[in-house]
T-cell receptor
């Protein structure tokens, strides 16, 4: 149980183009999903909290116009990197909490998306 | 601001050589401390949640313990398949998000 699926696993795009990453909760409903970014040998850094049916909450320093988040259903959140540049190259990971009744139940993560911007 | 520091950054063990990983934390009211395992190019895989000092959890060769300032992940008689990066994260009261440490990269040689 508690499976989070993320797609694509790898994407290479040219500078200036946009890339969409999908995150799905396969066997549970997720009113909240979290998007993280991870650089090599660094910790996971929270980018934004995605709330179903409402606007996402972005962490300080994360450009909301560059990283567009949509959470249109209880099982799907998308992250769109707009006008991507080489410095956006990173490992993006989504997560969701399966226990809706438990505020501190564990987060379950997708397998991440390796974005390379050339 | 919540802080999580993991040590060592990297650890190399021989198969069967037991050891411990450390996670020191500073948090304004601990709601939960989480251990994850991350394989290269993959997302973190949940291992344990600890909620209060003195609590212990076990799973196969892994045992996690918690005090008011730190958590340990003990690995007993590790095998090569235990090689991975182990991440520690904390959740503080009033927040739904986690703060992660940088992880300990464990390599177990046969």
């Amino acid at each position: 149980g508690a499976v989070v699926s993320q797609h694509p696993s790898r994407v290479i795009c040219k500078s200036g183009t946009s890339v969409k990453i999908e995150c799905r909760s396969l066997d549970f409903q997720a009113t909240t999903m979290f998007w993280y970014r991870q650089f090599p040998k660094q910790s996971l850094m929270l980018m934004a909290t995605s709330n179903e049916g409402s606007k996402a909450t972005y962490e300080q320093g994360v450009e909301k116009d560059k990283f567009l988040i949509n959470h249109a259903s209880l099982t799907l959140s998308t992250l769109t990197v707009t006008s991507a540049h080489p410095e956006d190259s990173s490992f993006y990971i989504c997560s969701a909490r399966s226990g809706t009744s438990s505020y501190n139940s564990p987060l379950h993560f997708g397998n991440g998306t390796r974005l390379t911007v050339t | 601001e919540d802080q999580v520091t993991q040590s060592p950054e990297a650890l190399r063990l021989q198969e069967g050589e037991s050891s411990s990983l450390n996670c020191s934390y500073t948090v304004s009211g601990l709601r939960g401390l989480f251990w994850y395992r991350q394989d290269p190019g993959k997302g973190p895989e949940f291992l344990f949640t600890l909620y209060s000092a003195g609590e212990e959890k076990e799973k196969e060769r892994l045992k996690a313990t918690l005090t008011k300032k730190e958590s340990f992940l003990h690995i007993t008689a590790p095998k090569p398949e235990d090689s991975a990066t182990y991440l520690c994260a904390v959740q503080s009261s009033g927040y739904s998000t986690l703060t992660f440490g940088k992880g300990t990269m464990l390599l177990v040689s046969p």
